[in-house]
Structure formats: structure tokens, C-alpha cells
């Protein structure tokens, strides 16, 4: 257990600049999850705390002690590698009792922990098959149970259960909630899956391009987003961004009209989510277009329309059904969040 | 005519020719074996002596001397080879400024032809005027006025050092192969898990090149037994028969002293070592294949 402190840290591949020079506190204990498109430096950030791969400029300190210099092994961390980096010439059971083994835990109580451990991602049946024997979503727990086999100082996770099945996959995550309120590690986690990020997180880190763009809670992430980027980056459908202006206290564009708390001015963007919309028979109503596609997700049904270049996606009961190209109305949903973004800048406008 | 079957008539042409190359003379030179054949006496093949020839052998002490000097030759060889190869492999594994120029160095001794290695070695040992003896008499001065060829046990490092020297950067190159692929993340790992450097090396490296160093090995083991033009160019087999290898004497017993029929025999003595050797490498090389894939 240790907080985490990212000093003006900076990381370039020869000339390649990976992430600028940023600063990033992980709280003792927390929940950390970094969340970002492919190739925005989520695992060079991790490798970087983990020490194996050297910043270029900055200070990394764990537990208020500058480690730049430390080799990983005296960083007290565990680790799951996005390709698993497990040991082929060993089974199962070798490959998650290796870190105990190099610290000096004897036999009896190796082997009862490595036990314990492989329960928990389900892979007591496994233990005497090699890597090679096992399917993707298998070697995955083996590369789990191994960096959880023991209690280090911090946990780095790279997208540690994207190859799991679905029902698995829940599982684990409870199963990783779990862990972290028994142990209360500092957990630094990588995921694409935005219901990870926001069942698991303390707070989530949205990173754009080597830079972090919003540092918050998962419900503030989502709730507040600070620009557009991380505003169609959270949310699954994403949230609608129309662009327009606004004029006389409403937001204006083709086929939408809604009343807003904000001055007058061009060049918005007024982002709003599918569940906070809602099919409306209303005589003027707020949103207006031609019905362009129904999806039913089980629970519901995501209704989307289109006006001139505008596309809206709303969530509407699962019942609801309708031709295509049937003019269509929706209205935000009493209590909504509608959300404003300048255009040029993409920064969220304070309401 | 079907694509297929022109395919095969293709072929004829280049089967007859490595039939005629291959197979007759091995099969002329096993039918010596078992009879007698002086090239002073004969120009053909003269009567049936069955087992003579391969019972003369291991009741010859020159024989029996060959194979000796062939083993410590071969085990030496092949140990220091794959021993240089693999720590060279190691240190030139990060790729860094000297990546190129290294590599273009390191292919130099292979490239060279090795009658004219054991020539050049030769001339660098020369206890008057070789670069060698000198430089390493100017080192280190109690070696001054040795004769290094001349002694049995130094001419025998020797010839060990021109073959380590000629076939070491070769199976870097394979060792490096091997480092390549083995993936990045298990070494990390280690790392993270506490392992120390030796311990990576020996608990996670060598394991996973298990496979390129027995092929390696294999490798290095056959070309060692077959080795000859440095003997022939460097010691002649001295002095005395203290490098005289089995292919070597082989070729003496055959071209000096003109006896085919024991030479084919000699001959086939040598194929079935390298048989038996090749054999237990592949098996090994199975199982390991087996643990690693299975
Ligand atoms: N060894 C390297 N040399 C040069 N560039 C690198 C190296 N490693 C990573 N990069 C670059 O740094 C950037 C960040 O890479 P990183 O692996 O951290 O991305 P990521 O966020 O983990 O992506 P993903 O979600 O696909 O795993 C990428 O643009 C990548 O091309
Ligand atoms: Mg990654």
C-alpha cells in the first residue's frame, strides 16, 4: 500500500513523443483506472511506474520515495502484462508460485497459497497444463492468479480480463472489488470496457494522445465531462453531440430546439445522452426527425433519427416499434443533463 | 499431360543426378568396407573379407587414437563454441549504434574458408615471426621461444581456437535468433517477480532456448566430427597423432597409405558416430518440442 506520485514525467521514443510532460497523483489505496483509445500511452505509463521502461525526464516516487533508479524488483509491484508474459517451460502451478518462490516463501506455504489463488480465477483444474495447453481467456487468469498471488505495494493491471467471456468476465471483476477491499492496494488498472472502468474505479484517468484529459470519478467522468473528447469517449451508445448556436436562452440546430441556461453565442456544441432522451408526442417538440434505425438491446430499444446532417440516438422502451422514415420526435427526460461544449476548443461551457 | 504428372517428370532429371552422386558412391564405398582394396595393387575392388576391415580398426591403436583426439576435439569445441555464442548473443541482443558494424564484423571469421584459416593461424603462430606467439610473448614474457605447434596439447588448443573462432559468430547469429523470439514480457515479468539477473538467465532465457541451442549443438557437433582442412593446413595431424581426427586419419589411411577397402570402412564408422549422436540430439529435441507445443 503506497501512493503513487508521476512528477513532471515525460517519455519519448527517440524522437516519438509518447507522453508529455504531466503530472499524476495515485491516492494510497485508490482505484485507478486508465482509460484512453489504443495507443495513447496507457501501458508506456504503466511500464514506466512498474521501472521497466526509463522516463526521460521527471520523477516517479512510491510511497513518497523516488524510485527512478530503483530496478522493478525493488518496487514491490505486481504486475499482469497486456500479453500475459507468462513462463512457457512452466505449468500452471510454477508460473504463480514464481514470485513467491523468489522471495523466499517456502514449499508448504507456496503451494497452499498458489491453491487458494487458483480457485479465485478458477483455474484449480488447470494447475499441471503449460501455457501452451491453455486458451486465451485461461492464460489471462494464469497472468492474474500470478500477479495476485502475493500482496505488493501496488497492483498494475493491463487489461487484465479483455480476453474473457462475458459471464467470466463479470465474475472476475467482482472477484478483483473484492480483492481490493480486502487488501485496499494501490490498484493502477488498464481497460477499454467502460463498465469496468466505472464498476472498479476510485477514480478513472481519460487519456488522449499521452495526455490526461480528465483525472475524476467515474460518475463525475461521466456526469461532467470535460470535453468533448472524453464526452464521446464515455458512454455506450456515446452521448449525441449536435452542433449549433445558441440564441434568445434555446439551443438551435436543424431539427432541434432546446431550451438552455447559457448566453448567447455560436459555434456550440450541446452533447446529450440516449437514456436522457425520451419519444415524445408533444406538439413542438425539441428534437424532430426522420426515424433512421431501431435497435433492441433487450432491455430497451435505441431509436435513432436523422435531420439533414444531425443523427440522434435515443433509448426508448423495448416495445416501442415504428417504420423507418416515420417522422419521430424525442425530448429530454425531466431532470436530463444537457451539456455544452465550445466548438473550436471542445472545452466543456460551465452551465 | 496433367500439371501434376509434368510436375514429377520435371523432377527425374535432378533425382537421377543426386542418385548417381549420392547413393552410388555410398553404396560402392559400403561394398569396400567388407573387401579388400589396395589402390597399389589394384585398380578395382578385390575379394570379400567381411568384417575385417571394422575389426582391424578397434584392435589399431592409431585408430583408437583418432577417435580419442576426435571426441576431446569435438567436446571442446562444441562446448566453447555454444558457451562464446550464447554470452556474445547476449551482449549484442540490445539493439544499439553498433548494431550493424557488429554484426558485419561478426560474419568476417565465418565468411573466411577454413583451409585458410588453419594457414593463416600458421603464420601467426610462427614462433619467429607470428603476430601471435610474439604479441602474447610480449604480454606475457615467460611464453617467450615456446613452440606452439609443436607441442601436443597446445597445437590441440589451437586447432580448437581456429574452429571456435570460424563457427562461434555463426551460431550467434542463431543464438540471437533464438533471444528474438523469445517474448519480452516473460523476462519482465521475472523481473517484476524479484528474479535477479543470473537467475533470469538460467530460470526463464536458457529454458526457452532449449531448442535453438540443441539444434545448435547438433549442428556444431556434426561439422567438429567432419572437421579436416584445418588439420591439414595447421598441424597435419601433429605432432606426432596428437591431432590426427578420425577424418583426418581416415583420409591418410586411405590417400597415404592407399588402403580403400579399411578407409570405407573407417568411413562408415565415422557416418554411424554421427548417426548415433544426430539420433539422440533429434529425440531431444522432440521431447522438447513435445513439452513446449503439446
Ligand atoms: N518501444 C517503443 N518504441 C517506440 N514507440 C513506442 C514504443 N512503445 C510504445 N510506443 C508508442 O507509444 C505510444 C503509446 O503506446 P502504449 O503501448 O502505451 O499504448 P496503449 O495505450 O497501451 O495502447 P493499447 O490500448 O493498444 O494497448 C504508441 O503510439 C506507441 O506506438
Ligand atoms: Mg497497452
Known amino acids: 500500500m503506497a501512493e503513487v506520485r508521476l512528477v513532471d514525467v515525460e517519455k519519448r521514443y527517440g524522437g516519438f513523443l509518447a507522453l508529455p510532460k504531466q503530472s499524476l497523483t495515485i491516492e494510497e489505496g485508490e482505484f485507478l483506472v486508465l482509460l484512453g483509445p489504443s495507443g495513447c500511452g496507457k501501458t508506456t505509463t504503466m511500464r514506466m511506474i512498474a521501472g521497466l521502461e526509463e522516463i526521460t525526464s521527471g520523477d516517479i516516487l512510491i510511497g513518497g ?33 514464481y514470485p513467491l518462490k523468489l522471495r523466499g516463501v517456502d514449499r508448504k506455504a507456496r503451494e497452499a497459497r498458489v491453491r487458494e489463488t487458483a480457485e479465485k480465477v478458477e483455474l484449480g483444474a488447470l494447475l499441471h497444463r503449460r501455457p501452451s495447453e491453455l486458451s486465451g481467456g485461461q492464460r489471462q487468469r494464469v497472468a492474474l492468479a500470478r500477479a495476485i498471488v502475493r500482496t505488493p505495494k501496488i497492483f498494475l493491471m493491463d487489461e487484465p480480463l479483455s480476453n474473457l467471456d462475458a459471464k467470466l468476465r463479470v465474475s472476475m471483476r467482482a472477484e478483483l472489488k473484492h480483492l481490493h477491499h480486502e487488501l485496499g492496494v494501490t490498484t493502477v488498472y488498464v481497460t477499454h470496457d467502460q463498465m469496468e472502468a466505472m464498476t472498479l474505479a476510485s477514480r478513472v484517468a481519460v487519456m488522449r494522445e499521452g495526455r490526461i484529459v ?22 455506450s451508445p456515446s452521448m449525441n453531440l449536435v452542433e449549433g448556436h445558441i440564441t434568445g436562452g434555446r439551443f438551435e440546430a436543424p431539427g432541434v430546439s432546446i431550451p438552455v441556461a447559457a448566453a448567447e453565442r455560436g459555434d456550440v456544441v450541446l452533447g446529450i445522452r440516449p437514456e436522457d432522451l425520451e419519444l415524445t408526442t408533444a406538439e413542438a417538440p425539441p428534437i424532430r426527425g426522420k426515424l433512421y434505425a431501431l435497435e433492441l438491446t433487450g432491455e430497451a430499444t435505441l431509436v435513432t433519427l436523422r435531420e439533414g446532417a444531425t443523427s440522434i440516438c435515443a433509448r426508448g422502451p423495448a416495445e416501442f416499434e415504428a417504420e423507418i422514415d416515420a417522422a419521430c420526435a424525442l425530448a429530454p427526460r425531466p431532470g436530463a443533463r444537457i451539456h455544452l461544449f465550445d466548438k473550436t476548443t471542445g472545452q466543456r461551457i460551465a452551465a | 499431360m496433367r500439371d501434376r504428372s509434368l510436375q514429377y517428370v ?59 583426439v576426435t571426441t576431446i576435439f569435438v567436446v571442446t569445441s ?14 549484442l541482443r540490445r539493439k544499439g549504434r553498433m548494431h ?40 606475457f614474457p615467460w611464453l617467450e621461444g615456446t613452440a606452439w605447434l609443436a607441442d601436443p596439447e597446445l597445437a590441440m588448443a589451437i586447432l580448437v581456437l581456429t574452429d571456435v573462432w570460424h563457427w562461434a ?6 543464438c ?10 516473460t523476462e519482465e515479468a521475472a523481473r517484476i517477480d524479484g528474479a535477479s539477473n543470473i537467475r533470469i538467465f538460467f530460470g526463464i532465457i536458457l529454458p526457452q532456448m532449449k531448442g535453438v541451442l540443441l539444434v545448435t549443438a547438433i549442428l556444431k557437433t556434426i561439422f567438429a566430427l567432419k572437421m579436416f582442412d584445418q588439420v591439414v593446413t595447421l598441424t597435419g595431424g601433429g605432432p606426432g597423432t596428437s591431432t590426427e ?39 531431444m529435441l522432440l521431447s522438447e518440442r513435445k513439452m513446449a507445443t503439446a
Not at chain 2, 176 to 185: F, K
Open chain 1, 65 to 97: 520515495e523516488r524510485v527512478n533508479d530503483k530496478p522493478p524488483k525493488d518496487r514491490d509491484i505486481a504486475m499482469v502484462f497486456q500479453n500475459y508474459g507468462l513462463y512457457p517451460h512452466m505449468t500452471v502451478q510454477q508460473n504463480i508460485a
Open chain 2, 169 to 174: 559468430p555463426y551460431m550467434t547469429f542463431m
Open chain 2, 10 to 68: 520435371l523432377l527425374v532429371p535432378a533425382f537421377v543426378i543426386v542418385l548417381a552422386t549420392t547413393f552410388y558412391p555410398l553404396a560402392y564405398s559400403l561394398t569396400t568396407a567388407f573387401r579388400d582394396w589396395d589402390l597399389t595393387r589394384s585398380r578395382r575392388p578385390e575379394g570379400w573379407v567381411g568384417f575385417d576391415n571394422f575389426a582391424h580398426a578397434f584392435t589399431e591403436s592409431h585408430f583408437l587414437n583418432s577417435l580419442w
Open chain 2, 176 to 185: 540471437l535468433g533464438g533471444l528474438a523470439s523469445i517474448p519480452r514480457e
Open chain 1, 214 to 235: 480528465q483525472l475524476d470519478t467515474p460518475k463525475k467522468i461521466y456526469s461532467e465531462p470535460a470535453d468533448l473528447f472524453v464526452a464521446g469517449f464515455i458512454g
Open chain 2, 100 to 139: 550493424t558494424f557488429t554484426r558485419v564484423v561478426l560474419i568476417l571469421p565465418f565468411a573466411m574458408s577454413p583451409a585458410l584459416i588453419g594457414v593463416s593461424y600458421r603464420f601467426m603462430f610462427n614462433p619467429e615471426f607470428g603476430v601471435l606467439s610474439n604479441g602474447l610473448a610480449a604480454i
Open chain 2, 245 to 283: 581426427t578420425l577424418a583426418y586419419f581416415i583420409f591418410n589411411v586411405g590417400f597415404e597409405w592407399y588402403d580403400m577397402g579399411y578407409a570405407s570402412a573407417l568411413a562408415w564408422i565415422l557416418t554411424a558416430i554421427m548417426m548415433t549422436i544426430s539420433i539422440w540430439y533429434v529425440r
Open chain 2, 78 to 91: 562444441v562446448a566453447l563454441t555454444l558457451v562464446i555464442a550464447m554470452s556474445l548473443a547476449l551482449l
